[in-house]
C-alpha cells in the first residue's frame, strides 16, 4: 500500500454539513472537529475528557484555529457529534482516506468483520455495530458502515463493498458475510474472495465436509495442493495447514458462488502451556487453487481482530463509550478510526505500541503537530 502526503485536517471535513441553527452557532463545526481530533490523538476517550484536554491546549490550539470563544463544553460536543449526518461523517472519512492512501497493491487482503460497542446502547435498546473494511497488510481501515436497527452484517457489507475501490484485492469475510450476492458485489469491485463456510451456509458445508472425509480417507487419491506455516510467539505454538481443492462438482449448487475456483480447509493446532487445542475451517473462494496463498489471505483476515477491534477496546477505550444519544456513538467511533489510521500513517515511526504513541502525542506538541501533518 503506497500513503500519499498528508492532507490539511481543515480540508477534511468539508461537505459535512453543520447540523446546528447558524444564528445559534457559537463554534465552527471545523474548529469542533479539529480539537476533537487533537484531543483523542492525545489520549482522550469521551466527550469531557475532549474538552478538558482542549483547554488545557488552548494556546497550542490558537497557532493553528481562530477559537475565538475557546474550548466548547462537553456538552456542546456531544450534541454535534450527536447531531451530524453520520453517512456525511463516513463519506468525509472515504474521502480522506483516498487522498492518503490513493491504492491498493495487488494481491492486498481486505478483512471486513464488524464489531459492536457494548454499552453505546440505550436501556433495551439495540448498541453499535459497525462493519469496518481494513487492509491487513496496512494496518489501516478504508471504511465503515453501520447496521440498521434489528438488521446484521448482512446489509452493512454490500453497502460498505459499494464504496471502496478494490481492483485486484483479497476480500475475506467471516460466514456472516457469506452469501452469494455479497460474493458478486465482491467480484463487481475487480477483487476476488475467500468467505467462510460454517452453519450459515448447512448444505454447502454438509458438501464440502463429506468431500474432506473421503478425502482423509484416502489423501493420496485426491488432487490438491497444500501448505503448512508454524509459528512460535510468547509460549505459543500454532502450526496452521492449508489444503485447497478444484472439485467444484462435489459441492452443493456451485453454481450459486460467481467465478468460484476453489474451496479450502484450514487446520490450526495451537499448543499454549501444554495444552494443544485444533480448530477447522472451510472456505469458499473465486481465487485459483493455491494453498501457499490461501494459507495467508485466512492468516491475514484474523488481523482485524487484533490490528482493530483490539485496538478499538484496548487502546481507545470504544466498549466502555457511553454516548448513546442519537448519532454520537457511530461518529465518535469514526473519528476513533481516523486517529489510528493517523497514528499508522505516522512519517517518523517512534518506539512504542499505539498507546505509547498517544502518550507521546499527549506530551509533545512537536510530535502531535507531526502526526497532524502540521509541520
Known sequence: MKAEN????????????????????????????????????????????????????????????????????????????????????????????????????????????????????????????????????????????????????????????????????????DAMGTQPNIAQAIRDRGADYVLAVKDNQPTLAASIEDFVSAFEAAPGKTPHQFHEVV????????????????????????????????????TSERTIKGQTSVDRRFYVSSLLPDAQRMNDAVRRHWRVENSLHWCMDVVFGDDQMRARTDHAAQNFAVLRQFVLNLLRLAPVKRKGGLKVQRLIAATSDAFRAELLGLV
Open 6 to 173: 498528508s492532507v490539511r485536517l481543515v480540508d477534511v471535513w468539508v461537505g459535512v454539513r453543520d447540523p446546528r441553527q447558524a444564528k445559534k452557532v457559537e463554534h465552527p463545526l471545523v474548529e469542533l472537529l479539529v480539537v476533537a481530533v487533537c484531543a483523542v490523538l492525545s489520549g482522550a476517550d469521551t466527550f469531557v475528557a475532549v474538552e478538558v484536554w482542549g483547554k488545557e491546549k488552548l494556546d497550542w490550539l490558537r497557532k493553528y484555529l481562530k477559537l475565538e470563544s475557546g474550548i466548547p463544553c462537553h456538552d456542546t460536543f456531544g450534541r454535534v457529534f450527536a447531531a451530524i449526518d453520520p453517512d456525511e461523517f463516513g463519506a468525509a472519512f472515504l474521502r480522506w482516506v483516498g487522498q492518503v492512501v490513493p491504492t491498493l497493491t495487488n494481491g492486498e487482503v481486505v478483512a471486513i468483520d464488524g464489531k459492536t460497542s457494548r454499552r453505546s446502547g440505550k436501556v433495551g435498546g439495540t448498541p453499535l455495530h459497525l462493519v469496518s473494511a481494513f487492509a491487513a497488510q496496512a494496518g489501516l481501515v478504508l471504511g465503515q458502515r453501520a447496521t440498521a436497527a434489528k438488521s446484521n452484517e448482512k446489509t452493512a457489507i454490500p453497502e460498505l463493498l459499494a464504496t471502496l475501490a478494490l481492483e485486484g484485492c483479497i476480500v475475506t469475510i
Open 231 to 266: 509459528e512460535k510467539d510468547h509460549g505459543r505454538l500454532e502450526v496452521r495447514r492449508c489444503h485447497v481443492f478444484g472439485q467444484l462438482d462435489c459441492l452443493h449448487a456451485p453454481e450459486r458462488w460467481p467465478d468460484l475456483k476453489s474451496f479450502a480447509m484450514v
